[in-house]
Structures are given as C-alpha cells and as structure tokens.
C-alpha cells in the first residue's frame, strides 16, 4: 500500500463457532487500525455494550466507534481505547483504498450517522435474532454504516449472517447520511476486481501514478484484454478495407455515370 493511502476493511468475528458478527476497520498509511465501527447490544441503564443482548426491553442496538490512534482518537474529541474485536484468523475484506481525504470522508460520515442511529433506540433481539419477523442486530448496523460510507457490504463464507440483509433506517435516511462528496461503490469498485471504466476515471480524477496504475490495471483485465482484442481486429479489417479501395483507381466522375 502507498504511504499515503488508507483504506477500509469490512471484518467477521465468529460467534459460537458458526455465526459472524459482521463490522468495519479503519486502517492508516502503514496497516495499522485505527478505528473499528460495531454494532453492539447495549444495557440502555448503564449504557454499556454487552457481548450478546438477551432480553430485548433492557438492551438496545447502538452503533460504537472504538478508536486506537491518538492522533485521529483527539481528531474527534474522544480518549483513545484498546478495545477491540480484531482477532488473528478472521475473514476480512479491504472494500476501498484510497487518499486520506477520500476514506476518512467517508469513515466520519459513518461516526456522525452514531447519534441520529442510536437515538432510534432500537430493541435487540433475543440472543441476536427473530424468528418471526424481520431481525436487526449488529449486522444490520454492519449494512448501515457500510451503505452510510457508500463501500461494498461484503458477506462472508462459511457462517451464519442473521440480520445482515436488513438496515436500521430506511434507505432514504441512510442516503440523507451519506457523504455525498463521494460515489455509492459497487461491490466492483472494491480492490481486487476487474478493473473497468471508473477505475479508470478515479485514477484520472487522482493523476500521476494513480492515472498509470488504473491504466495497467485496465490493460491487464479481461474487459481491456477483450476491447484491445475487438479494436486490434476492427483495425485489421479497416486495413483490408483500405487496401482494397486502394487498389481499384477512383474512375472518372463521367466514367461512373
């Protein structure tokens, strides 16, 4: 990674050995983690996070920041903690790299989302699901915050994702949260896919080095393999073309009448 970029990582702490509990990383110029964003059950009388919510009228889904870097930790006015979920093992994803202005963008617009999220007071579900209506739980906070950020909401292989597939507010809400400085990624703007036109364009909007890396990339991908083959093969029958016009002498207006 370039000493200037960061990036956000989307990560599973497995529970009980076969569900996930889905949450974000941030992470600076030289890997470390900086923040972590969860969605955690929450005692509403002492206002502590719980490992598991088990009774729904005393515990509530509320969104936490846990910040390890100093510098970004009194960015936001906060004590800097070693609380963390971020164990050796775990399924992970980096979902965007880019400047420093781009992913902390971003990542703050999430942290803002924390208030207006958490005075929704949502229950959490029993042990972490419903069985007969929609469940909401850390993995909905998961999908919030990531479509809040505008990055990929990775799903992870291998476990069980309750909740994942539902929001904790509505998609207009959640637009009305977003940093709109910055595009909505599809699950191919996250690093590792095959590159394509708006890898391109970010590459453009960036310049330099970054112009040269989409460049390769995108002659390196399928798509640009493909397009370099079908423009190489219109070329060729250009040429024929060409030849063949050249070889039959223009005739004379008259001649052709």
């Known amino acids: 990674m370039p000493d200037d970029r960061y ?3 989307a990560r599973s702490l497995r529970v009980a050995g076969v569900a996930s ?3 974000w990383v941030l992470r600076g ?11 955690l059950a929450t005692d509403r ?7 598991i919510g088990t009774d729904e009228k005393k515990h509530s889904l509320r ?6 870097d100093k510098d970004f930790a009194a960015e936001h006015g906060v004590k800097p903690t070693r609380e963390s979920y971020i164990q050796e093992g775990q399924q992970h994803n980096t979902v965007l790299t880019g400047t420093r202005e781009e992913v902390l963008g971003r990542w703050n617009a999430a942290v ?12 959490y579900p029993n042990y972490g699901f419903k069985v007969f209506s929609d469940t909401v739980n850390s993995n909905s906070a998961y999908r919030t915050l990531g479509e809040v950020m505008g990055v990929p909401v990775k799903d992870f292989g291998g476990v069980i994702e309750p909740g994942i597939d539902n929001r904790m507010t509505t998609p207009e809400e959640i637009e009305k949260l977003r940093n709109k400085d910055y595009p909505v990624l599809s699950s191919r703007d996250a690093p590792g896919r095959e590159a394509g036109a708006d890898t391109l364009l ?14 390769r990339d995108l002659q390196a991908s399928p798509q640009g393999q493909q397009f370099a083959a079908t423009a190489q093969g219109e070329a060729q029958a250009r040429s024929v073309a060409d030849a063949g016009r050249d070889a039959d002498p223009v005739q004379p207006a008259a001649a052709r009448s």
């Not at 110029?29 to 969605?39: N, Q, S, V």
């Not at 803002?112 to 229950?123: G, V």
């Not at 970010?202 to 460049?215: F, I, K, N, S």
């Open 7 to 9: 990036s956000i990582e």
């Open 21 to 23: 509990h889905d949450y």
């Open 29 to 39: 110029p030289d890997g470390k983690d900086m923040a972590e964003l969860h969605g």
């Open 45 to 51: 009388e002492t206002n502590r996070a719980i490992p």
């Open 63 to 68: 969104v936490w920041h846990f910040v390890h």
């Open 112 to 123: 803002a989302a924390k208030e207006p999220l958490n005075a929704l007071d949502l229950n």
């Open 202 to 215: 970010a590459g453009a909007r960036d310049g330099g080095p970054a112009l040269d890396t989409a460049l």
